[in-house]
């Protein structure tokens, strides 16, 4: 078996892919790959140095961090534009009308008294240059007391920071230079460990060029594996100074993928999804920010739902995928893809391993059995893949029997023949065949397993009764020996099968499922790799390594197990991503089990009213300020009153009231099932975030457009 959990081909389906060159040794930079129009520019050259210093402020979960700027939990209350402009002009008029009054001496001269008080009678000659200056002094001192006053009281400040330059100045002005013991791009932490030739090299790879986003995060991998002790400082400081940005590579001898579609941040392990909406439903902190997932939120699983079209591949599957493979080439994740072929889950080149179930070209098998070499946790994987669905949908529930039935014929087969039965011989095994039974026997007699015989003989005991699961299990799997899959889930170690016990390695993998004509073997498969996946990951000692399974159809595939094994990856450092068109195609009794162990949840634009309760119910109430404003209109009886009433109803465009608030609080859903499918616009979502360490937004308006 080889490091990325794949067999050697031996058989004749199609030709092995040809292992991938060493890459050149020194700084010699790959081609870049080109990105499609309109993707964003990825950080390289001179860019990413400026891309590695902008800040990152600590924000709430899902917030963009990239160049973040926090905004205040409340929202400031804001002057109406009219109000606040015509304010404004009726400030200046007044301050016009109070110094042209003093200035004509209709106020009489006692401003004045301060000004004679403080000069000499000499200077008071005419045509004193000093007089001259001292006077219009001041008066130029109590203009600006005047302006000052009625500035404040028509609110200049506000209007300018609106409506003027300020408001114009878009984008902040250049930080300066961080020091070089604080300069990322200067590698501190390692000349603080004394590696200091490593990190010189290192830093004059990003100077020049010749770093991508991917070397510093993958670099950074293996100095936290330093650190931890997994490696050791002489090697990976040895890797450095011979390969500098291209030290500690993929297997795959890959720096980047071949084409990037979303944004990405992989210094905080970000992958950016939208914008959140500027909306009042949304809190005031949240709004336009930018929207992100990583694998501290994919840790506690993703569940996603919406019809057909309404962007659940598009833009929260190809993203997310294609984020985890970042993260694989950087050595933090490894991920598993699984989808229809032709669903654009990313091209094949953005993988190390492609499983094309039912094509003939495809190089690589699947593994039906997980790789593992135990009857007893093959036979659980396999009843769960074949009759999960078939449970009864409570929680409690399991499907012991197919896996005590199963166990009694994968265990004797494998003491006979020293592997396990391909899908044919495991068809006739079920069927009851006599001649495959008969020769099974007579195998364990000659190995004298009497234990073996033991279960061979209930088996065939409970053959004759009539309630008997293995017929079930015969037809499930009869669905599975199709020609069209003739040459795949072979056990004879002709073919290339793929073993998710490979997750141990950042390895990169996409499943493809055959669709037309055999949607009922694809959910076959869809459970398989969900059971395999909970099932390996959940074993595995190094559990640093992010390990998530991307299933872009999860119809007929929630079954109570599956919600056993989706609760249990968090503490595992693994996650699920999941989508379904509705909630519909989960059992009544297992939507809220399924909705509560998953810690993200996305609602989509055109969900159904029904949906869209159970989303309500798991998000809650929140308690809200509702306000009861009566407004009575105020009547003048004189004709002063009656011109003052003119005025303010030209200042406002409101006709003047006397207005009466009650505010009371009140319990409502944070959004009802109403809203979720009428109100949420086309290309909008409504989603919320909780990460591995218990802090959780709460739902959001998200443009996925954006």
């Given at each position: 078996?080889?490091?990325?959990?794949?067999?050697?081909?031996?058989?004749?389906?199609?030709?092995?892919?040809?292992?991938?060159?060493?890459?050149?040794?020194?700084?010699?930079?790959?081609?870049?790959?080109?990105?499609?129009?309109?993707?964003?520019?990825?950080?390289?050259?001179?860019?990413?140095?400026?891309?590695?210093?902008?800040?990152?402020?600590?924000?709430?979960?899902?917030?963009?961090?990239?160049?973040?700027?926090?905004?205040?939990?409340?929202?400031?209350?804001?002057?109406?534009?009219?109000?606040?402009?015509?304010?404004?002009?009726?400030?200046?008029?007044?301050?016009?009308?109070?110094?042209?009054?003093?200035?004509?001496?209709?106020?009489?001269?006692?401003?004045?008294?301060?000004?004679?008080?403080?000069?000499?009678?000499?200077?008071?000659?005419?045509?004193?240059?000093?007089?001259?200056?001292?006077?219009?002094?001041?008066?130029?001192?109590?203009?600006?007391?005047?302006?000052?006053?009625?500035?404040?009281?028509?609110?200049?400040?506000?209007?300018?920071?609106?409506?003027?330059?300020?408001?114009?100045?878009?984008?902040?002005?250049?930080?300066?230079?961080?020091?070089?013991?604080?300069?990322?791009?200067?590698?501190?932490?390692?000349?603080?460990?004394?590696?200091?030739?490593?990190?010189?090299?290192?830093?004059?790879?990003?100077?020049?060029?010749?770093?991508?986003?991917v070397d510093h995060a993958r670099i950074v991998r293996a100095w936290q594996g330093v650190r931890s002790g997994r490696h050791s400082l002489a090697a990976f400081t040895g890797a450095v100074l011979s390969e500098g940005a291209a030290a500690c590579l993929h297997p795959s001898g890959a720096r980047d993928?071949?084409?990037?579609?979303?944004?990405?941040?992989?210094?905080?392990?970000?992958?950016?999804?939208?914008?959140?909406?500027?909306?009042?439903?949304?809190?005031?902190?949240?709004?336009?920010?930018?929207?992100?997932?990583?694998?501290?939120?994919?840790?506690?699983?993703?569940?996603?739902?919406?019809?057909?079209?309404?962007?659940?591949?598009?833009?929260v599957v190809?993203?997310?995928?294609?984020?985890?493979?970042?993260?694989?080439?950087?050595?933090?994740?490894?991920?598993?893809?699984?989808?229809?072929?032709?669903?654009?889950?990313?091209?094949?080149?953005?993988?190390?391993?492609?499983?094309?179930?039912?094509?003939?070209?495809?190089?690589?098998?699947?593994?039906?059995?997980?790789?593992?070499?135990?009857?007893?946790?093959?036979?659980?994987?396999?009843?769960?893949?074949?009759?999960?669905?078939?449970?009864?949908?409570?929680?409690?529930?399991?499907?012991?029997?197919?896996?005590?039935?199963?166990?009694q014929l994968l265990g004797p087969f494998r003491a006979v023949h020293g592997r396990f039965p391909s899908v044919p011989e495991l068809r006739q095994l079920l069927d009851g065949a006599p001649g495959p039974l008969a020769e099974l026997r007579k195998g364990l007699q000659a190995s004298g397993h009497a234990s073996l015989l033991r279960e061979l003989d209930a088996r065939e005991r409970q053959l004759a009764h009539p309630g008997d699961v293995a017929g079930v299990l015969a037809d499930r799997i009869a669905l599975l020996d199709r020609p069209a899959f003739a040459g795949f889930f072979d056990t004879s170690g002709s073919s290339r099968p793929f073993s998710l016990k490979a997750l141990d390695h950042p390895v990169r993998v996409r499943i493809d499922l055959p669709q037309r004509g055999h949607a009922d073997a694809s959910r076959i498969l869809s459970r398989l790799v969900l059971a395999q996946f909970t099932a390996s990951v959940t074993v595995r000692e190094d559990r640093s390594l992010f390990a998530c399974l991307v299933l872009d159809d999860a119809t007929g595939v929630v079954t109570p197990e599956a919600v056993?094994?989706?609760?249990?990856?968090?503490?595992?450092?693994?996650?699920?991503?999941?989508?379904?068109?509705?909630?519909?195609?989960?059992?009544?009794?297992?939507?809220?089990?399924?909705?509560?162990?998953?810690?993200?949840?996305?609602?989509?634009?055109?969900?159904?009213?029904?949906?869209?309760?159970?989303?309500?119910?798991?998000w809650g109430k929140e308690w809200t300020e509702a306000r009861d404003v009566t407004d009575r209109q105020i009547i003048a009886e004189t004709p002063a009153g009656k011109a003052v009433h003119m005025l303010r109803r030209v200042i406002t465009g409101k006709a003047p009231t006397a207005r009466a608030v009650t505010v009371r609080q009140v319990e409502r859903e944070r959004w009802s099932a109403s809203e979720l499918a009428h109100a949420v616009p086309p290309g909008h979502a409504v989603l919320s975030l909780t990460d591995v360490n218990g802090e959780h937004a709460p739902p959001l308006l998200v443009d996925l457009r954006g």
């Open positions: 078996m080889d490091s990325d959990g794949t067999h050697e081909a031996r058989g004749t389906r199609a030709n092995p892919v040809p292992r991938p060159a060493a890459p050149p040794e020194g700084p010699a930079l790959p081609p870049m790959p080109t990105a499609p129009p309109g993707a964003p520019p990825r950080p390289d050259g001179s860019a990413f140095l400026a891309w590695l210093r902008t800040p990152r402020p600590k924000a709430a979960p899902g917030v963009w961090r990239f160049g973040h700027v926090p905004r205040p939990e409340e929202e400031p209350e804001a002057v109406p534009a009219r109000q606040l402009i015509s304010g404004a002009v009726i400030a200046f008029l007044v301050g016009w009308l109070i110094w042209s009054l003093l200035w004509n001496g209709y106020l009489g001269g006692w401003w004045l008294l301060p000004l004679y008080a403080m000069i000499p009678d000499s200077w008071a000659q005419p045509h004193s240059f000093g007089a001259v200056v001292v006077v219009y002094a001041y008066y130029l001192l109590i203009a600006l007391v005047i302006l000052v006053g009625v500035g404040r009281l028509g609110r200049w400040g506000e209007l300018w920071r609106r409506y003027g330059p300020p408001a114009w100045r878009r984008s902040a002005p250049p930080s300066r230079p961080p020091a070089p013991e604080e300069d990322p791009a200067e590698w501190p932490q390692l000349r603080a460990a004394g590696a200091v030739d490593a990190a010189e090299r290192l830093a004059a790879e990003a100077r020049t060029g010749l770093m991508r986003d993928l071949p084409a990037r579609q979303a944004r990405h941040d992989l210094l905080t392990g970000q992958v950016r999804l939208g914008t959140t909406a500027d909306d009042p439903r949304n809190p005031y902190a949240y709004r336009g920010t930018g929207l992100a997932l990583g694998p501290d939120l994919l840790g506690t699983s993703l569940l996603a739902v919406g019809p057909a079209g309404s962007g659940k591949t598009g833009s190809r993203p997310l995928a294609e984020s985890l493979c970042l993260h694989a080439l950087a050595g933090r994740a490894a991920v598993v893809v699984v989808g229809a072929a032709g669903a654009g889950l990313g091209p094949a080149d953005a993988y190390d391993v492609v499983v094309r179930i039912g094509n003939p070209e495809s190089v690589y098998d699947l593994d039906l059995y997980g790789g593992t070499t135990d009857p007893d946790e093959a036979a659980a994987v396999l009843a769960e893949a074949l009759v999960g669905d078939l449970a009864d949908p409570h929680p409690g529930s399991d499907s012991r029997r197919s896996t005590t039935v199963l166990a056993r094994g989706i609760q249990r990856l968090r503490s595992a450092g693994a996650g699920a991503v999941l989508t379904l068109r509705t909630l519909d195609d989960v059992p009544r009794p297992l939507r809220g089990p399924l909705l509560g162990a998953t810690g993200c949840r996305v609602a989509l634009s055109g969900l159904t009213p029904w949906d869209g309760q159970d989303f309500a119910e798991v």
